[in-house]
């Protein structure tokens, strides 16, 4: 028979804090708290890394039965929650003031956050490449690691991310061409017709000068042409991290979202970008933090501390190409309706007997 302790192994929990200055018999108040704050990072990104497991799981084969879809959501909606935390998390840490992290500072050299085992799984797992990253210390990024780490991630990285089985599950996307439906196409027309229809309104408008209507012109050319440019796009060419087709696949979702078929696919990519923007404000409130306790001083690990942890916040970035797919939504309004064979084939059929 279990009990509340034993089940939650408290005493081996709740003893796992040693801060070094208690080593020394001059204890320093707020390293407890920030020891506790990273070993709660520490486990929260193991539940990352559980759900991590469901969601490629279910994206790992050739195929997918639609049936798990739902639990892939329930997964990554999970995630977000937590980074959500874990961005919530620096609001206690910034409760410690810079001279009391200077109190035992000098005692962490060289261990670093940089180390985290965990955090670099997460990232490469998610679709963070080598070649993406920051050299640290004039070093490739894994060599602060463990040599055993190095080796899981340097093998992890030569593997599928989530960003790939979820581009080759988006290339599979199969309404896009139906007997006599073509979604390219489609697209294409309703561009060009949205285009059509605002030139007219500038022609008309008797309030604009000749020069004004011919700029007008000129900026709904270039727009259409950059919105009809996704359909024409060899996606490695051009900066895409996402296939031709999984690019297809991703706006055709966004733009007809309120179909029943698209409704999970919609939800999951918008987590994806959800996963993306929080790990993103995470990194960006860590390097405040490391500005706010340190300036310009060098971090604990060797790093230029504030000026390298800013940099990962904009430059780690793994699913932007969805964040980009905004630019060429347009207007529900300007939207043409699916054909009655693919509506068919996207929402729900009930007979009664």
């Not at 798990?68 to 990554?76: C, P």
């Not at 999970?78 to 959500?84: F, Q």
């Not at 309120?258 to 995470?282: N, Y």
């Not at 960006?284 to 306790?293: G, I, K, P, S």
Request: glycine share 4%; no cysteine; proline share 4%.
């Amino acid at each position: 028979m279990v009990d509340y302790p034993d089940y939650l192994q408290l005493d081996r929990l709740l003893s796992a804090q040693a801060p070094e200055s208690d080593k020394l018999g001059a204890p320093a108040r707020d390293e407890l708290l920030f020891i506790i704050i990273h070993q709660t990072y520490e486990l929260w990104f193991k539940q990352i890394l559980h759900e991590l497991d469901l969601v490629e799981n279910t994206f790992s084969g050739d195929q997918m039965d639609d049936a798990f879809l739902s639990d892939a959501v329930h997964g990554l909606g999970r995630v977000v929650e937590i980074l959500k935390v874990l961005v919530s998390q620096v609001d206690i840490l910034e409760t410690m003031t810079p001279l009391d992290f200077l109190d035992f500072r000098d005692l962490l050299v060289p261990a670093s956050g940089f180390q985290s085992f965990q955090w670099r799984l997460i990232e490469t797992r998610l679709g963070l490449r080598p070649e993406d990253r920051i050299a640290f210390d004039g070093q490739p990024f894994e060599k602060k690691l463990r040599l055993d780490e190095q080796t899981i991630l340097l093998n992890l990285a030569k593997e599928a991310s989530l960003l790939d089985r979820i581009d080759a599950w988006l290339a599979r996307t199969p309404f896009l061409v139906m007997e006599d439906y073509d979604f390219a196409e489609a697209y294409r027309k309703a561009v060009a017709a949205m285009f059509d229809n605002e030139r007219a309104i500038v022609q008309n408008n008797k309030s604009l000068t000749d020069e004004d209507k011919q700029r007008q012109h000129a900026a709904f050319d270039a727009s259409e042409e950059t919105l009809t440019q996704i359909l024409d796009v060899h996606a490695a060419e051009n900066g895409w991290r996402f296939s031709a087709k999984a690019l297809r696949s991703a706006l055709f979702i966004n733009l007809y979202r309120d179909e029943p078929a698209a409704h999970l696919p919609f939800q999951l990519l918008s987590l994806l970008m959800d996963i993306d923007e929080l790990m993103a404000a995470w990194r960006h409130r860590h390097a405040l933090l490391v500005q706010r306790m340190i300036g310009a001083k060098v971090g604990t690990g060797g790093s230029s501390g504030h000026g390298y942890l800013a940099e990962t916040a904009t430059r780690y970035r793994i699913f932007g190409d969805l964040f980009a797919l905004t630019t060429y939504l347009i207007p529900r309004s300007a939207l043409p309706p699916l054909p009655t064979t693919v509506q068919s084939a996207m929402r729900y059929q009930y007979s009664a007997k």
